[in-house]
């Protein structure tokens, strides 16, 4: 997320305080987002209903980040429920012949290469629709997110070391620890700071201040049945996708309670999350007991780990190329790059096919592009683009197309 700067005039002390706090802000994320949750996939609801604009003390956009900053909710309980349009076709079909060539990927499940309840994977389908989740907190050592579905569910259960994932449809359970005790790195325990809910996305957006973006108080609002402010952030530079972020904040706790992301060319929210119902009381203990199901599978880390690299090819390819992942431009307007190492642009056709299937599907929804740079297609979302040159060069981010094309020219 890009950098904020203020509206608001404050002195060089208060500058300071200010930044002081926005750091322990990025640190005080409510513990509810845990280990593998596929972070950036999580959108979120179309506004959930107000129930009228309630007559709050007047504060400033500093007044309203040091709240937040100085939040320190470690108990909580409720309900988020999600929604992400991004504008992206229905990816189902392809995923189904995606995964029918690949053995052993993330979800798989069958022979010990991977478990459906590996939250790395089941996760992921955050990435698009409605969704609703139940979370829970009691301090940093015991948190609980469920994913509700059509008659089953998934949940994520942090309890002191242990960390459990279930997946009520397949009867799967996996497995893995917060200190490494399962033989694995530390680094490799999955990590809990992840955005799942209205502050861990505020706090992405809070971390940093510079001068390409303003924020504003734009009012008051109910949210949960609870008073909040709207804390409006906005970009200040011109070719980014991103209109506007609205997030309501708790008048009494300082806890974001919703966050919204409109795009530039307007419409519903690309990425709105919030809870419909929430409760500052300490969870019961027993919320975050956990016990495998009788006769359920279950799958350590360690051993989801040994499968040959989740399904992914041999060889790198584009994992190789995010070695060398650059950032052009600053703000708003940055954009990832790196190079594929693939020529001839989109690929066509392969042995199983998956990747001509791949090809055909992204060049369906592509825009064909020229430049100094030479050819390729842009891949457009109401949010993220993303630009393949012929020559295997990638150049992605929350900016519109002629922004891509116009730092692949510089590039050259």
């Known amino acids: 997320m890009a950098p904020i700067d203020s509206d608001d005039n404050r002195t060089a002390g208060e500058g300071e305080e200010l930044r002081a706090g926005r750091r322990k802000a990025a640190r005080y994320v409510v513990p509810v987002a845990v280990m593998g949750v596929a972070a950036a996939t999580i959108g979120l609801v179309p506004a959930l209903a107000d129930s009228g604009d309630p007559d709050l003390p007047k504060v400033t956009a500093e007044q309203l980040i040091e709240k937040i900053a100085k939040s320190d909710v470690q108990q909580m309980s409720g309900t988020v429920r999600i929604n992400t349009d991004l504008g992206l076709p229905d990816l189902g079909v392809l995923e189904s012949g995606l995964m029918s060539g690949m053995s052993g990927g993330p979800g798989a499940g069958g022979d010990g290469e991977g478990s459906a309840a590996d939250p790395s994977a089941k996760l992921t389908e955050l990435v698009s629709g409605s969704h609703t989740l139940r979370v829970a907190a009691d301090g940093p050592d015991r948190q609980k997110l469920s994913l509700l579905e059509n008659a089953a569910e998934y949940s994520l259960i ?44 505020a706090d992405q957006a809070l971390k940093a201040v510079d001068d390409t973006t303003s924020v504003t108080v734009g009012g008051t609002a109910q949210v949960a049945g609870r008073d909040a402010y709207r804390l409006v952030v906005e970009p200040r530079q011109d070719g980014s996708t991103v209109g506007a972020i609205t997030v309501a904040v708790d008048a009494e706790t300082g806890t974001p309670l919703k966050f919204t992301l409109t795009p530039a060319s307007g419409g519903a929210a690309v990425v709105d999350v919030g809870f419909t119902k929430v409760s500052f009381a300490k969870p019961d203990a027993s919320t975050f007991d956990f016990t495998p199901p009788e006769g359920a599978k279950v799958t350590e880390a360690d051993e989801s780990a040994k499968a040959p690299e989740h399904g992914r090819p041999a060889g790198g390819g584009l994992a190789e190329g995010l070695d060398d992942l650059k950032v052009v431009g600053e703000g708003w307007n940055a954009i990832a790059t790196f190079d594929t190492g693939a020529r001839g642009g989109l690929p066509t056709a392969s042995p199983d096919g998956d990747l001509g299937a791949l090809g055909g599907f992204l060049g369906s929804f592509g825009d064909q592009v020229k430049g100094d740079f030479g050819s390729g297609t842009v891949f457009k979302t109401r949010l993220v683009n993303a630009l393949i040159t012929d020559d295997g060069k990638i150049y992605a981010g929350a900016v519109t197309k002629d922004a891509l094309v116009k730092a692949a020219d510089t590039a050259q």
Do not use: C, I, L, Q
């Open 158 to 201: 942090h309890n002191g070391d242990d960390v459990w994932g279930y997946d009520s449809k397949s009867n799967e359970v996996y497995h893995s620890t917060t200190s490494g005790s399962d033989g694995r790195p530390e680094k490799d325990v999955p990590d809990k700071d992840v955005p799942a809910t209205p502050k861990d996305f």
